[in-house]
Nanobody, 125 residues
Framework: QVHLVESGGGSVQAGGSLRLSCAGS????????VGWFRQAPGKEREWVAR????????YYSDSVKGRFTISPDNAKNTVYLQMNSLKPEDTATYSC??????????????????WGQGTQVTVSS
């Protein structure tokens, strides 16, 4: 039973842009924390950004701050991750997550209970 569906990944050159989507599948994203994580081959899953869809409050990792923007569209039950000025080191599988255990560190993947299947982003130099 799939609750989150990501899309929008692809291959771009350095400096390019992509917009990822995380859609709730029979699963409302309203008034929820939604996070984006990424995992490169051989590396641990890394937190990228978070939004609370109720207030629109956003948070970013230092590695993407100023380049990525997370935004909710509650009417479409979707959270977007706009990625600009992409770098080869942004290459990874990007996944969205929700159902944050608020008593645990939200930058840790284990604090989130519901995940999408992921979408691949490849940035070439």
């Amino acid at each position: 039973q799939v609750h989150l569906v990501e899309s929008g990944g692809g291959s771009v050159q350095a400096g390019g842009s992509l917009r990822l989507s995380c859609a709730g599948s029979e699963y409302t994203l309203s008034d929820r924390n939604v996070g984006w994580f990424r995992q490169a081959p051989g590396k641990e899953r890394e937190w990228v950004a978070r939004v609370y869809t109720g207030s629109g409050a956003t948070y970013y990792s230092d590695s993407v701050k100023g380049r990525f923007t997370i935004s909710p569209d509650n009417a479409k039950n979707t959270v977007y991750l706009q990625m600009n000025s992409l770098k080869p080191e942004d290459t990874a599988t990007y996944s969205c997550a929700t159902d944050l255990l608020v008593t645990r560190p939200w930058s840790q993947a284990g604090s989130w209970l519901t995940w999408g299947q992921g979408t691949q982003v490849t940035v070439s130099s």
